[in-house]
Nanobody, 117 residues
Framework: QVQLVESGGGSVQTGGSLTLSCSASTNIQSNNFMGWYRQPQGSQGTQREPVASIRVGSTYYRDSVKGRFTISRDYAQNVVSMQMDNLKSEDTATYYC?????????WGQGTQVTVSS
């Protein structure tokens, strides 16, 4: 079992910043991805969309957040963080921490990010 505990969500105005963090209860191998997905409000039933992920030697960002979001990872502490700058209303969503361990996908409980004008 892997528990992923998220923190850092909240409400900000357009152009503001937030930092999300996620701590894993067990070691996540450095060659496995840890990162963030999101599900916009009102889109229940649709797939969560990948936002950013990181592992040794590789970083992924979805196009709409490139240049605004920065993901980082502490491999020793099994913590992944995401700095979100210049937030837009379309970033409003529930953000889920995600990790892969032993070929299994693990998810956090979700943290809400709300961006208002």
């Amino acid at each position: 079992q892997v528990q992923l505990v998220e923190s850092g969500g909240g409400s900000v105005q357009t152009g503001g910043s937030l930092t999300l963090s996620c701590s894993a209860s067990t070691n996540i191998q450095s060659n496995n991805f840890m990162g963030w997905y999101r599900q916009p409000q009102g889109s229940q039933g649709t797939q969560r969309e990948p936002v950013a992920s990181i592992r040794v030697g590789s970083t992924y960002y979805r196009d709409s957040v490139k240049g605004r979001f920065t993901i980082s990872r502490d491999y020793a502490q099994n913590v992944v963080s995401m700095q979100m700058d210049n937030l837009k209303s379309e970033d409003t969503a529930t953000y889920y921490c995600h990790a892969v361990k032993d070929g299994v996908d693990w998810w956090g409980q979700g943290t809400q990010v709300t961006v208002s004008s």
